[in-house]
């Protein structure tokens, strides 16, 4: 597999410190190791709040936050230009692979190897759609998730607050990680992070001992306060709705009219200058309010895997499958760690630190299932 380099991400913490080990793929390793500055702070220039909100980039990044859905359009130029979209994502199938046309070369270098599972929630299990508060995962994909964690260890890690995702999700039987991996519950085993100040040794319901680490857990006074403002400031406008996902907050515009969006950033704006410890993300059709820490998905990665005893393993590859810019930071970790790979869910070309692709979650179904169907008929 050859290592792309012409990739930019919009990632906005330091190069990670934890350890994996990185030389699982066939490329050259780099020196691992841990650190204890897991909360070093990002200077607020690089945190990605722009000062004018009526700038293009600002509103660009709004407007291609998320493809559009598909309209079922008979018109002959529509039909040329769904023709021109189809080869646009062919062409972009070149350098990120299809993981079921790929599933073959994927599986023959899992061989021996323990392959755990980090899975995003929205647009990666779930669809998206109009009411974040029905983004329910259908029956078959629950099966899915539930059966290929009986064989491989498995992690949703998902912007929404831990009980959330886990309401929507339901199933005990894997590790969750809410607030964009700001808050994890992960096994004891073999965690470093047992004696950190952010971490409570507890139980989980099951009554098996488990580590629940909050790096964020200082802002969660500061997050409610401007949860509850951004909710007065945006109440107007119609369509705007805020989500609190507990160390951070999402104000989606996807039922806003357009027009009305550079109404919705400055709002959103004004209400950011005075937290000078938050900072702004891009999601699809969302802005996202979070902690000024450097921790992030990929860290909520590296977290778990070393949590589990599989850190610093040349017998373990992690998968990390997800749709959103929020996922790319746990596609850089296992690209620049060499140690695994990132699938990016999507239907419409663009850049990624991933490594493979799935087009929708219907294809992040089938893969999960290929995989259970692989690990059984290679037990034999
Ligand atoms: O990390 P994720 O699990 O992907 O969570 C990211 C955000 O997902 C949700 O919003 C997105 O999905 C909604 C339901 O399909 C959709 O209406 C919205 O436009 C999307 O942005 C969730 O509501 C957010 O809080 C998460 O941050």
Not at 31 to 59: E, H, M, Q, Y
Not at 113 to 125: E, P, Q, S, V
Not at 259 to 279: E, F, G
């Amino acid at each position: 597999m050859d290592l792309k380099s012409n990739h930019t991400v919009p990632v906005l913490t330091d190069q990670s410190t934890l350890g994996v080990h990185n030389s699982l793929l066939p490329y050259s390793p780099r020196g691992a190791a841990f650190s204890s500055n897991l909360l070093l702070t990002i200077p607020r220039k690089k945190t990605g709040v722009l000062d004018d909100i009526r700038s293009s980039s600002w509103l660009d990044a709004m407007k291609s936050s998320s493809p559009p859905h598909k309209k079922i359009n008979k018109d002959i130029h529509n039909e040329f230009a769904s023709a021109d979209v189809d080869l646009a994502y062919r062409t972009w199938l070149l350098k990120y692979p299809s993981a079921l046309t790929s599933f073959e070369q994927i599986t023959n270098f899992a061989k021996g190897k323990r392959i755990a599972l980090f899975l995003d929630y929205d647009g990666t299990l779930s669809p998206i759609v109009d009411d974040p508060d029905r983004a329910l995962m259908s029956n078959d994909m629950r099966l899915a998730v539930k059966n290929v964690a009986k064989y491989f260890p498995t992690a949703i890690i998902s912007g929404r607050s831990r009980d959330k995702v886990y309401e929507f999700v339901g199933l005990t039987e894997l590790y969750y990680a809410g607030s964009h991996g700001m808050d994890i519950v992960g096994p004891v085993r073999e965690s470093t992070y047992v004696d950190h100040p952010n971490s409570i040794r507890s139980t989980d319901k099951q009554g098996k001992e488990v580590i629940l680490f909050q790096p964020a857990s200082e802002f969660l006074p500061m997050i409610e306060e401007v949860f509850t403002s951004l909710v007065e400031s945006t109440k107007d406008i119609e369509g705007a709705k805020v989500e609190n996902n507990k160390f951070c907050v999402s104000v989606h515009y996807r039922n806003v009219d357009e027009k009305s969006w550079t109404t919705v950033a400055q709002r959103v704006h004004d209400v950011m200058k005075r937290y000078k410890r938050l900072r702004l993300t891009h999601g699809r059709k969302v802005l996202e309010v979070r902690p000024v820490i450097n921790w992030d998905k990929g860290k909520a990665v590296l977290f778990l895997l070393e949590s589990l005893g599989l850190s610093n393993r040349n017998d373990v590859l992690p998968i990390y499958v997800g749709d959103d810019k929020t996922d790319e930071d746990a596609f850089k970790v296992l690209r620049e760690r060499k140690c695994g790979y990132g699938f990016l869910v999507t239907s419409a070309p663009k850049e990624s630190n991933a490594y493979f692709s799935l087009r929708d979650p219907s294809e992040v179904m089938e893969f999960l299932k290929s995989l259970v169907m692989w690990k059984k008929s290679s037990a034999v």
